[in-house]
């Protein structure tokens, strides 16, 4: 990184040097940045007086089930929010129950209340739109 800022910026070198880069630093840093924007998104949802959800699930290279929500909101000003909200693991199996629990989690968790939802769109996939027990009918 150095010999970039040698290229780049070369004046500003020194700053670049007294700036400590060691994991737990790193960590912290990142853990700050997480809990602004979550603070952010929490606040600019908090404002929508309606909501809709676009969700998928699908399986990651290690063989997890991971849930996806994505939230778009208009607020009274009719300033439109869109946003991924969250991705929750799935442990366990993928029936739709399990997906609908990680889904009142997820909106717990950014505390959207479940009666400004006008709408919920998925992929269609039989766990989410089954014909015996879906996430629908939970």
């Known amino acids: 990184m150095l ?3 040698d290229v780049l910026c070369p004046d500003k ?6 700036v400590s880069l060691s994991r737990k630093t790193v960590t ?3 853990e700050v940045i997480d809990k602004n924007l979550t ?5 600019k949802i908090g404002q929508c007086k309606f909501c809709s959800i676009a969700m998928d699930e699908s399986t990651d290279i290690n ?21 991924l909200a969250c991705m929750r693991s799935l442990k366990g199996t993928t029936k ?6 990680e889904f009142q989690e997820g909106l717990l968790t950014l505390k959207v209340p479940i ?4 709408n919920i769109t998925t992929d269609g996939a039989p766990n989410m739109t089954g014909k015996n027990l879906d996430f629908l009918d939970s």
């Open 28 to 30: 912290s840093r990142i």
């Open 39 to 43: 603070s952010q998104l929490e606040s």
């Open 3 to 5: 010999q970039v800022c």
């Open 63 to 83: 063989d997890t089930a991971q849930l996806v929500l994505f939230i778009r909101g208009v607020d009274e000003d009719f300033e439109i929010t869109e946003e």
């Open 115 to 118: 009666t400004n939802i006008c």
């Open 96 to 101: 739709g129950c399990d997906i609908f629990r």
């Open 13 to 18: 070198k020194n700053n670049f040097q007294t």
